[in-house]
């Protein structure tokens, strides 16, 4: 974007919520598991507090299409806002035998280059998030994601590596809202908040 273009450009809020709990403690990226939406105070909370005329998207996982319409949005959805893809680790618990102790570790410690087995690094996340971010020029945007999706938007908006992103925490039905200014002007105004 030129220093015209920015000049010119209106701030477009970015208002990203984590679906609805899943109860798994496992690694549940791409697996498709239901959203427990039975926090309906949580839910008219969060509802209360967003935006009107905005844009709605949504990942096309069934968790976080269920929580936007549980909001009464409807969403457009997108698969490249889908959680991490864990690969063969897919639906395993963190400590599962069949996950590599030494790959994990990397993968704990450098997400940003080590990816599991037939999976996606974080730098990959964080390219399909920052596509979906770029082509929305106009705002306000409400996304229904996952917790990595998020995390991925927050350290795209404020240029944080990727260990520093997850150590963040993004509970299920939070709101996390930041601004973008044009080019790499972003502000971030909450992370994890719950109404």
Known sequence: MSDDEKASARPVEWWWIRHGP????????????PADLSD??????????????AAVLSSDLSRARSTARALGLTPVTDPRLRELHYGAWEDLAFDDPAVDPALARA????????????????????????????????????AVAHMGVILAALSIATRMPAKSALSFRIEPLSLSRMTWFGGADWSVDRVNHRP
């Open 107 to 142: 993968f704990w410690d450098t997400p940003g280059e080590t990816r599991p087995p037939h999976g996606e690094s974080w730098n990959e996340l964080c390219d399909r998030v920052a596509a979906v971010m770029r082509e929305h020029t106009a705002g306000p945007v409400i």
């Open 22 to 33: 899943t109860h798994a403690a496992r690694m549940v990226g791409h697996t498709d598991r």
């Open 40 to 53: 309906h105070a949580a839910l008219a909370r969060l509802r209360a507090v967003l935006p009107t005329g």
